[in-house]
C-alpha cells in the first residue's frame, strides 16, 4: 500500500482555498490541480509499503507526536517550486517552518530505523497544483497578487494517510492518528 504522514487541514480552510483555486483555473492553466479535500502538508512520503509494518509506523508517529506539542499555523504566501521562471509547483507556504522542519526530521530519522529512506528536504508547505507546462502562467502571476489566504489553523494531531490512486485522481483514507501533547 502507498503511504504517506502528513498533517490534515479543517473543513474551513479547504472550503475557502476550493473557491479560491475556482479563480485561479479561470487562467487555463496546463496544470493538474489538486482536488481541495485532498490538500494537506506533507511531512514523511513512505510509498508503498508492506502491511508487516504498519505497528511500528504507527508506534513512530505515536512516539513523535508525544514529543511535541500542538500548534497553530498560519497560511503565508502563494509560490513556486523550484521557481517562479521554472514552476513545477504551485502552493502556499505557512508558518512555524522550524518546529515543521523539527517533527518531519524526528520522523524520518525514526523510520530510517525501520527501513525506511531519509530524504531531509521537508520544506512546510500546501501544493495547489503540479504543472505540466508554462502555459499562461503569467495570468496565474497577476491572480495571486490580488488574492490573500492569511488564515490560522490549529495541529493537533499527525496523520498517516493511505493512498489509492485512480484514474480520476488519488483518494487518501485516514489510517491512523497520533495526537500531540
Known amino acids: 500500500m502507498r503511504l504517506f504522514i502528513a498533517i490534515d487541514l479543517p473543513e474551513n480552510l479547504k472550503e475557502k482555498l476550493s473557491r479560491i483555486v475556482l479563480k485561479f483555473k479561470k487562467c487555463d492553466l496546463d496544470a493538474k490541480w489538486v482536488d481541495t479535500a485532498n490538500i494537506h502538508m506533507t511531512l514523511k512520503f513512505l510509498g508503498e509499503t508492506r502491511e508487516d509494518d504498519l505497528d511500528k509506523i504507527k508506534n513512530v508517529l505515536s512516539s513523535v507526536a508525544a514529543f511535541f506539542s500542538k500548534l497553530e499555523l498560519n497560511t503565508g504566501e502563494f509560490g ?32 530510517e530505523r525501520i527501513g525506511f529512506t531519509r530524504e531531509g528536504r521537508f520544506k512546510s508547505h500546501l501544493t495547489i497544483a503540479r504543472f505540466r507546462s508554462k502555459k499562461n502562467v503569467e495570468c496565474l502571476m497577476k491572480e495571486i497578487k490580488d488574492i490573500s489566504i ?32
Do not use: C
Open 150 to 181: 492569511k488564515e490560522k489553523f490549529e495541529v493537533s494531531e499527525i496523520t498517516l494517510f493511505k493512498s489509492l490512486l485512480k484514474p480520476t485522481g488519488p483518494v487518501y483514507e485516514k489510517i491512523f492518528s497520533a495526537a500531540l501533547k
Open 80 to 111: 513556486f517550486f523550484p521557481n517562479e521562471k521554472s514552476p513545477r509547483i504551485f502552493f502556499i507556504s505557512t508558518d512555524k517552518e522550524e518546529i515543521l522542519r523539527k517533527i518531519s526530521f524526528e520522523l524520518e530519522e525514526r523510520l
